[in-house]
Structure formats: C-alpha cells, structure tokens
C-alpha cells in the first residue's frame, strides 16, 4: 500500500487543537487507502484508533527525516527548515495543507511584541510559507476565499505558468478545498458536561474553543451580561482555555470583563478531551463565535463552528468569513457586525426563543455536507495519484527565494532551531 506520513506541529493524541484533530481525522479517511502515520508535536508515541503516532519536536525535528525518508507522500503544513529541505529534496509525493492562514494569524498573534522580534517572526513565517508553494505538488485549504488567496501568493511567486495553466486551467488539481470536517456518526456524549457547572434550569451559550488573541471573547461577555438582565437563566461557558502564549491576553482580559460586569460567565480550566466535546455541545441550547474585523478573521475558517453543525447547536456568530456566510445563506444561526455586544445579546436571544429542534434540519444538512470522507476527496485522488510529479515551484522563470529569506533559512540551520519560536 501507499505510505502516507502526516505532520503536524500541533499534538495528536486525547486532547487536541485544531491542527491535531484535522490530522487525525484526515488521516483515519485515508487508513482506508493507505499505510498512514501520524508524527505530531505532543510527547507520546504510540497507536491512536489503529493509527501509528510518533513524538516529533517541532523545532528540532530530526525524528522526521527517517518518517520522510519511509514515506511515498508527506502530507504536512508548512514546516521549519531544515525540514522543507529535507522535504524538497526527499522525492516524495508532498501535499501542504494551507488551511490555516498563519501568516495573517501571526501579524495577530504578535501585536504588542517589540518592532524587531514581530519583524522577525513574520517574516520567518511567511518564509516557511513561500518554500512550501514551491515545495509542494499539491495543496488543500479550507474554503474558495482562502483558495483564491494562495492563488495569489502562487502568481506573486511567478508559480502559475503556461505550462502549468495548459495542464489545467483550473489547477484544481494543485490547490483544491479539503475543509475540516465532521464524523460522520452523530454525537454520542459522555462525561459530564456543563450541566454539572451550571445546573439543568440554565440556558447554556457555550463558546466551544479556546480563547485566542485573535478572537472577541470581550462582545460575547458583553452581550450575555446584558441578555441577563432580562433573562436571568442564560449562562455563557467557555468550554477551553490555554496557557499558550496566544491566548493570555486574551484570557486575561476576558477574566477581568466578566468579573467588572459580574456577568453570568463559567470558565472551564484546561482543555475538554476530543471524545468527550458531545455532552458540552448536545447540552448547550446555543453556540456563541465572535472576532474583530481583521485580515485573519476574513481568511480564517472557525472549525469550532463546525462542531456546533454536528452536534444540531445553532451558532451566533460574527459575520465576514466563509463559515459565517453559510450560518447567515442556510439559517443555522445568526451572523452580527464583529464587536456589536447588543446586536450579539439580541440575536442570542431570537436563537433561543425559537429553540434547538427549529434547526435541526438545516444544521444536520450541513453537518452531511461537511463529513470527513466528503470533505477530504481531493486528498484521497492525489494520495492514491500515479499521475507523474509535478510541482508550481519547477515552472519555468519562478522567482527564487530572496536573499534575506536564504539567510535567515542558513542562520536557522546554524542554530538547529528557530531564533524566534511562535509559541
């Protein structure tokens, strides 16, 4: 059989972010066409659901050249050097997954930061993403709009050529949309919920994800302390928080808003396991997303929002991104202006009034249309491709890395790991 290699930077295992949890399941619809391993950034290895998983250190990962070296495709993000090196070099089938648009995320995640270091860190990110266009044979994002923005990073690199266009004019067969997805089984809650913190009489809006800088924690507190005054049973719980670096400030400041406003906010400490997440979102009565206007939020596809499909849990949800458009075009919800706490607190109280059931069928159509094997067949027909190699980065008269970008790559490689970790 084909062996596949996943990486992701982002642990695998029983509690998992978003990168992880697209990897694993990415990886468990491809187990049925191919020999598959998972190397990933947590501490275990092991066999995860009859998938091999290895330890790898992100910046530090010379556990992966052998796992490259064993593989026929590599399906990765966009990685530190020396192993896009070792990737370019490796004549492997290599598949970057561009789903997350890190480059935005990072000039976001770096504010406050002084001028030099958030010089340095964007720029080594956007690095790693310009050696994988030129890298890769094939790359997957989550949505049109994001597709049509590596369509453009692809033409500002000169990779979009005659040659190239003639194969096939729409290059679908380069850069095509492998969203994240769904189970296909609905939801099976175990563990106890938030209905051991809140009581059965509440009317639960559960922000189902991790408080991140990128994100409006602030407008969803806002809108719920101001919904309670007349509603005095609504509950906001924050399912997730983190200790990363990119989501202190963030949780710092929610903290202190809910306790200046004395609103009805539960924060639930540490990370939900992947397998339990259905008794929070089957307990819930509505879902809450919200965001600044920003350039990562019009480019960002918020995966938390699928989960609220699946589970039959309508979303309010700041408008702007692909997701939001589909809440708004289907009826799954409501879609407000970012930072608006009163639109916010009223379409949370219109999704309540009307109750889970008058969703359900709208929200179990899009679940369908998200589930992992759907979502994931472009990846299935490259993976299992004989097709010939042949990479956007060969295309005659592409522009070659510059020479800043050659030399933070040499003085990355000297020091082993990056002079700037992202977290």
């Known amino acids: 059989m084909t062996r596949v290699l996943f990486y992701s930077h982002d642990p695998v295992g029983e509690r998992m972010a978003g990168l992880g949890i697209r990897t694993f399941e990415l990886a468990r619809v491809l187990a049925d066409h191919a020999e598959v391993t998972i190397a990933h950034g947590g501490d275990e290895s092991g066999v995860l659901d009859g998938l091999r998983t290895v330890a790898v250190k992100p910046h530090a990962a010379k556990a992966l050249r052998p796992l490259i070296a064993r593989a026929d495709v590599v399906v990765t993000h966009p990685v530190w050097s020396p192993a896009g090196r070792w990737l370019r070099r490796s004549g492997k089938r290599i598949v970057h997954d561009l789903y997350d648009p890190e480059t935005l995320e990072t000039l976001e995640l770096s504010a406050g930061s002084g001028r030099l ?54 290059l679908r067969s380069v850069i095509d949309l492998v969203p994240f997805g769904v189970p296909v089984q609905p ?34 507190i806002r809108a719920v302390a101001a919904l309670a005054e007349r509603r005095p049973r609504v509950q906001l719980v924050f399912m997730g928080s983190s200790d990363q670096v990119a989501a202190r400030r963030a949780t710092e400041r929610a903290h202190a808003v ?27 009565d509505c879902a809450i997303s919200t965001q600044r206007e920003h350039l990562e939020t019009r480019f960002a596809f918020r995966t938390r929002i699928l989960d609220c499909f699946w589970a039959g849990l309508p979303v309010v949800c700041t408008a702007g991104d692909d997701l939001a458009d589909r809440v708004e075009r289907q009826g799954l919800g409501e879609a407000i202006a970012p930072g608006d706490a009163d639109a916010a607190a009223a379409a949370i109280e219109r999704v309540l009034d009307r109750g889970r059931a008058a969703y359900a069928e709208p929200l179990r159509q899009a679940a369908a249309a998200f589930a992992w094997p759907v979502a994931a067949q472009p990846l299935v027909q490259w993976v299992t491709s004989t097709e010939p190699l042949t990479r956007p980065g060969d295309t005659p008269g592409r522009l070659k890395p510059s020479a800043a970008h050659r030399a933070r790559t040499a003085a990355y490689e000297l020091a082993g790991r990056p002079f700037l970790a992202r977290r």
């Open 117 to 170: 270091a958030r010089r340095a860190l964007t720029d080594t990110t956007l690095d790693r993403l310009h050696d994988a266009l030129r890298t890769g044979h094939h790359f997957m994002c989550a949505g049109e709009r994001q597709r049509d923005l590596w369509l453009g990073a692809m033409l500002g690199l000169r990779l979009i050529g005659a040659d190239l266009y003639d194969r096939d004019p729409s």
């Open 187 to 220: 939801p099976v809650p175990t563990g106890p919920g938030p209905r051991a913190i809140v009581g059965d009489e509440a009317e639960i809006v559960l922000w189902n994800g991790g408080i991140w800088n990128w994100l409006d924690a602030e407008t969803a």
């Open 258 to 284: 809910a306790k200046e406003l004395r609103a009805p906010v539960h924060f639930h400490a540490g990370w939900i396991p992947y397998a339990e997440r259905a008794a929070w979102l089957t307990q819930a």
